[in-house]
């Protein structure tokens, strides 16, 4: 089994930056891939961001794209969400995910393991 377990999330002023982690405990997986999503106040949980193992295949939700930044450390067994120039619609609990298997695209039933969730929240 695999625990994936978010921090970094609080509240964070309009153009501000706010720095998300995501810690793996549990089985490792040679070629797994790591993901961020979000769920905003009455809306369906979203695609944000994924990474390769390698870091050399790295997708963003359009509405992110150069401002929010995903990293990841396979020492540490972490991935990071730099997230920059915050907005109001930025708000939302954060959840990473893990793909056993590489996956890197949006579809949420294709991800294995899911985190329980960081709240962020962005003042206007």
């Known amino acids: 089994q695999v625990q994936l377990t978010e921090s970094g999330g609080g509240l964070a002023q309009a153009g501000g930056s706010l720095r998300l982690s995501c810690a793996a405990s549990?089985?490792?997986?040679?070629?797994?891939?790591k993901g961020w999503f979000r769920q905003g106040p009455g809306k369906e949980r979203e695609f944000v961001a994924a990474?390769?193992?390698?870091?050399?295949?790295?997708y963003y939700e359009d509405s992110v794209k150069g401002r929010f930044t995903i990293s990841r450390d396979n020492a540490k067994n972490t991935v990071y969400l730099q997230m920059n120039s915050l907005k109001p619609e930025d708000t939302a609990v954060y959840y990473c995910a893990l793909d056993r298997m590489g996956y890197t695209g949006p579809t949420e039933r294709e991800w294995d393991y899911w985190g329980q969730g960081t709240q962020v929240t962005v003042s206007s």
């Open positions: 990474i390769s193992r390698s870091g050399g295949s790295i």
């Open positions: 549990g089985r490792t997986f040679s070629s797994d891939s």
